[in-house]
Nanobody, 125 residues
Framework: DVQLQASGGGVVQPGGSLRLSCAASGFTFDEYAIGWFRQAPGKEREGVSCITSSDEATYYIDSVKGRFTISSDNAKNTVYLQMNSLEPEDTAVYYC??????????????????WGQGTLVTVSS
């Protein structure tokens, strides 16, 4: 079975940093798109960032550009989201999602077949 394990969330002060990890198992980590989404209380889930395997193309939602960096370690079947200069508006449950076999990014929930369980990020002073 394909499984995604998201981790790395926590409580951090504004301006701080966190690194989220998404460990994938159950599929060959060769052709994929893995996205990070977040859902804040009372808001819809939104796509934050994505990375593909083919050329490691990436995208970022405008509000995180210059602050977040997505990367992958194919040897570890893991995708990371380095989050710097965190703001209270970044507070949300963060999910990773995977599309296996089609290395194309999308910010739409429906694109991805597999989802992790979510990890909570709280940015507060």
């Amino acid at each position: 079975d394909v499984q995604l394990q998201a981790s790395g969330g926590g409580v951090v002060q504004p301006g701080g940093s966190l690194r989220l990890s998404c460990a994938a198992s159950g599929f060959t980590f060769d052709e994929y798109a893995i996205g990070w989404f977040r859902q804040a209380p009372g808001k819809e889930r939104e796509g934050v960032s994505c990375i593909t395997s083919s050329d490691e193309a990436t995208y970022y939602i405008d509000s995180v550009k210059g602050r977040f960096t997505i990367s992958s370690d194919n040897a570890k079947n893991t995708v990371y989201l380095q989050m710097n200069s965190l703001e209270p508006e970044d507070t949300a449950v963060y999910y990773c999602a995977a599309e296996r076999g089609v290395p194309v990014c999308s910010d739409s929930n429906w694109w991805y077949d597999y989802w992790g369980q979510g990890t909570l990020v709280t940015v507060s002073s």
